[in-house]
């Protein structure tokens, strides 16, 4: 089972090699496959050893009093919920560090292509995340974020969060899931707005031109609980 696991090891290091010549979504696939199989290979390897101080157990000859219950499935995102699903991308965020294995081109493709709300909302949730834990003083992060902006704009992700406001946008849940969801994702959405706003007169500009005055607008008069949170955006964007 070492081995295996410095199997893993390797793969992942090659994926990072790679990581400029892997497209954004199929590279964070990848690296979160391999962070499954890692973690499996781990689990197996302690269940052995704990096995190894335990007396031997009889083994069951007759098929017919084997368990009928599948084997255990190895545990995807499908299976995690919102928070889970967030705090795997926040770690995997390359938020300027060096070895880190989800760009923001993978959270931006989340965000403009994927059909279902709660990898949409979790992408929104790291930048939002990523963006309260810069330090705006800093130069480094300062010209980081000045080029996020940029990317958020011309790659979509602005346009399409205005247009998931506006009740434009089809996802696949569930319909029991899909109101509560929603409204937690229209909250993400603007928080982010207030945050990459604040302070940038020329960015609530652009803000404007992709749509966002109307999508937070159309936003504010279908909700009556989300307006705490409109309200703050419609007077950021009214400022010049």
């Not at 979160?32 to 973690?39: D, I, Q, V, W």
């Not at 990898?119 to 996020?148: F, M, T, Y």
């Not at 909250?187 to 999508?215: C, H, P, Q």
Request: proline share 2%; charged share 35%.
């Amino acid at each position: 089972m070492d081995s295996v696991l410095e199997g893993i090891k390797e793969i992942q290091s090659i994926l990072d090699d790679a990581k400029e010549s892997i497209e954004g979504g199929l590279h964070l696939r990848l690296c979160t496959a391999t962070l499954a199989a890692y973690e499996r290979a781990e689990a197996v390897k302690a269940a052995e050893e704990g096995q190894s101080d335990e007396e031997d157990v009889e083994l069951v000859s007759d098929e017919e009093e084997e368990s009928d219950e599948e084997p255990e499935r190895e545990r995807t995102e499908d299976d995690m919920d919102l928070n889970e699903l967030s705090d795997l991308w926040e770690g995997n965020f390359d938020f300027g560090r060096p070895r880190a294995v989800l760009p923001l081109e993978g959270l931006i493709e989340t965000i403009t292509m994927d059909t279902e709300m709660k990898r949409v909302c979790a992408a929104v949730r790291v930048l939002n995340r990523a963006l309260h834990g810069s330090k705006p003083d800093d130069p480094e992060d300062a010209e980081r974020i000045l080029q996020w902006k940029e990317e958020l704009v011309e790659q979509g992700a602005i346009k399409e969060c205005a247009q998931i406001l506006a009740g434009n946008r089809q996802f696949v849940e569930e319909d029991d899931d899909e109101s509560c969801m929603y409204g937690i994702l229209a909250s993400e959405i603007l928080e982010l707005f207030l945050r990459l706003g604040k302070g940038d007169a020329l960015f609530r500009t652009k803000l404007r031109r992709n749509g966002v005055l109307e999508g937070a607008t159309a936003y504010h008069r279908s909700t009556y609980v989300g307006r705490g949170r409109t309200e703050p955006v419609l007077r950021m964007l009214q400022q010049r």
